[in-house]
């Protein structure tokens, strides 16, 4: 079985200013780091004015970097071996592309702040493409980065704004910012209660194991990818509704209403997803409150799944298949977790049946001849910070 292994911090600055030396010669400035992320409940619906409560995860990027006197940003990662040089008047929506697009876009997003050169060298835990945010958490770590070297000073919310431009104009995925939100505010021991509509928070505690459980988080290692126009063609579903609705947004409608105003069963579908989603995401928050991670908070997460499955329509057949096995070994509750379409599932366990659960679900994958899952630890972790 694969368990993914929690890379300690201190390794993994190690590891970025390793590659910085051998790829640029001489030290980094700094080493800056930020987290990926599981939503616990409430998918889809940051780009709606939802609610969504996500917890940091102690899988992270790191970022070694140096500032430069010139325009040149240089970048280069572990995970691709590969270096990109370009100037900063060249940044623009599509240039560059891949994964160089979410390290250039936030000197993009921050050039009117008085960004320079630098050269960047990536380290990273989160496994890209499983859905857990690394992207923001590379977006988040070099958006730190870039504060602290030209002394920006900015706040943590102008930081946030800038990755998620990034993302979205530059890397051109239309993402809400629900993950660099938790990059930037998580708080260990918490999840993060983030209201999309008005942008304010409320750190949950969040004690699994004094609840007698765990959290499962598997990666179905099924990529998944938010540039191919699903992720998007779901937003400008929700776009039309609300034209149709004549509403600005979805939040505070109750679902006969919202459901009674439209005549296209697609639209009704995406709909009744967001408005059910935002309930749920609303009871889980008061179970949390009240310590209650067990059973309870397992039907909110399984119903969510549901609903995004069938009314939403972004699961996929690893992460189903991971869902109900999930359940069949005695899970409280599974869901898929992030943009979907492939990436990973989260599984609220009673604590004595992790293994049963874990071997399960793998049975289930070889059954349907699906990729062998990737375990991950889900213990919640802290908010992006300077390392040295
Ligand atoms: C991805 C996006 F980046 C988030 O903004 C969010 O929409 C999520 O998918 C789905 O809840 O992670």
């Known amino acids: 079985m694969n368990w993914l292994d929690v890379i300690a911090e201190e390794d993994l600055a190690d590891g970025a200013a390793a590659l910085f030396r051998n790829a640029f010669g001489g030290d980094p400035d700094g080493v800056w780091i930020a987290p990926g992320r599981v939503n616990l409940i409430g998918e889809h619906i940051d780009y709606a004015g939802g609610l969504v409560l996500p917890f940091a995860l102690p899988y992270a990027t790191a970022v070694a970097v140096r500032r430069r006197e010139d325009t040149t940003m240089r970048a280069v990662s572990t995970d691709t071996n590969q270096t990109w040089t370009g100037q900063l008047g060249e940044i623009g929506p599509g240039n560059p592309s891949g994964w160089a697009a979410y390290v250039a876009g936030v000197s993009w997003a921050l050039q009117e702040h008085g960004v320079g050169g630098v050269d960047v060298a990536v380290h990273s835990s ?39 431009r990034a993302e979205n104009e530059i890397a051109g995925a239309s993402t809400g910012g629900m993950d660099q939100n938790i990059a930037m505010s998580a708080e260990t ?8 509509l008005d942008g304010s928070t409320r750190q949950i505690p969040l004690d699994l194991a004094g609840s007698g459980s765990r959290l499962l988080v598997i990666d179905t290692n099924a990529p998944h990818r938010l540039v191919d126009g699903q992720y998007g063609a779901r937003r400008e579903a929700l776009d039309i509704a609300c034209a149709e609705l004549g509403v600005t947004t979805l939040r505070g409608l109750d679902l006969d209403t919202a459901v009674s105003g439209l005549v296209d069963d697609t639209l009704i ?26 059973a309870a908070l397992g039907e909110l997460m399984t119903a969510s799944h549901v609903s995004l499955r ?23 509750g599974a869901r898929m977790t992030g ?12 604590s004595n049946l992790v293994q049963a659960v874990a071997d399960e679900i793998v049975s289930s994958a070889a059954r349907y001849e699906l990729p062998p899952p990737t375990f991950l630890t889900a213990e919640p972790a802290g908010s992006a910070h300077r390392f040295f």
């Not at 992207?135 to 990755?163: G, N, P, Q, V, Y």
């Not at 021991?189 to 999309?196: E, F, I, N, S, T």
């Not at 579908?269 to 067990?294: F, K, N, P, T, Y």
């Open 126 to 164: 989160v496994p890209v493409g499983s859905g857990l945010s690394s992207s923001a958490a590379l977006e988040c770590s070099f958006a730190l980065a870039l504060d602290d070297l030209f002394d920006l000073r900015l706040d943590r919310k102008l930081l946030i704004e800038a990755s998620i």
């Open 189 to 196: 021991g918490h999840a993060l209660l983030l209201d999309c």
């Open 339 to 350: 943009g979907g379409f492939g990436g990973s599932a989260i599984a609220l366990v009673p």
């Open 269 to 294: 579908r995406r709909v009744r997803h967001v408005v059910s989603e935002i309930g749920r995401v609303e009871q889980a928050a008061e179970l949390l409150d009240r310590g209650a991670a067990g």
């Open 310 to 332: 069938d009314d939403y329509e972004v699961s996929s057949p690893e992460l189903d298949s991971a869902v109900d096995a999930a359940r069949r070994a005695g899970a409280y």
